[in-house]
């Protein structure tokens, strides 16, 4: 199939295989400001794991381990980031009490097979968000281990964004598998990694996205890894 423009957009970008961030690898060269050819909508995290990331609009967000939202320097670097192009190819509204779970059941019901890739966008509402942010880490720290000792924060009442991916489990090494969210304050000023949630009145937006683009890093710590480790332990309870 040619690349045409179109199709280009409709990609998942990844920045790095996921594997390697789950391994300790917290730095690579990539800028964030070099996400925005890749898309204007996404989530990820930055080198020595210096908070969450989240983008929307073009727009980056670094939710940092004191749950605040900060305007990135330039030249800031990330070790995983997931983007795309966002536009919705289906909207719900639902006015209902969903937590997690049930906000899960909901997006299944919403996607036409768990094998494909999905954007998803979440506005609205919430009776309660729980998320956390990675504080700063040497490398090679075990992901899991920095995982145990996240600071949690809890949002009551609340507006707000959630901003990730629906992907299949058999990607598992290179994007978080199953449903990976980012949440941010309605006024942009706080957000996390999301943990859990009670909704009260969402509009979930979600956007098929039929081709991934892995870019497989050069770095020296990348390339001298080894990836023998079943990692999959690891993952499910650090993310
Ligand atoms: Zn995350």
Redesign the pocket.
């Known amino acids: 199939m040619r690349e045409t423009r179109e199709s280009r957009r409709r990609a998942l970008f990844v920045s790095a295989p996921v594997k390697a961030l789950v391994e300790g690898i917290y730095r690579e060269d990539r800028t964030v400001a070099s996400l925005a050819e890749h898309g204007d909508f996404g989530?990820g995290t930055f080198n020595d794991l210096d908070g969450?990331l989240v983008m929307l609009e073009g727009r980056v967000y670094q939710l940092r381990a004191d749950g605040q939202a900060y305007a990135v320097p330039a030249g800031t670097a990330t070790p995983y980031a997931c983007v795309n192009f966002f536009s919705a190819d289906t909207v719900e509204t639902f006015e209902e009490q969903l937590d997690l779970a049930g906000l899960q059941r909901r997006l299944q019901q919403m996607i036409p097979s768990p094998n494909l890739i999905y954007a998803v966008r979440i506005d609205g509402q919430f009776a309660h968000v729980r998320t956390r942010s990675v504080p700063r880490q040497d490398s090679y720290r075990p992901l899991v281990e920095v995982a145990r000792e996240q600071p949690e924060f809890d949002f009551h009442a609340c507006s707000g964004t959630m901003a990730g991916y629906v992907t299949p489990n058999f990607m598992a090494d290179l994007t978080?598998p199953g449903l990976?969210l980012?949440f941010l304050t309605e006024d942009r000023q706080r957000g996390g990694?999301l943990l859990a949630c009670t909704t009260r009145h969402i509009t979930v937006a979600l956007q098929h996205l039929p081709r991934l683009e892995v870019e497989l890093p050069v770095s020296i710590d990348y390339m001298t890894a080894e990836f023998t480790r079943d990692l999959q332990a690891d993952l499910d309870e650090a993310?």
């Open positions: 989530l969450e978080v990976h980012h990694h993310e």
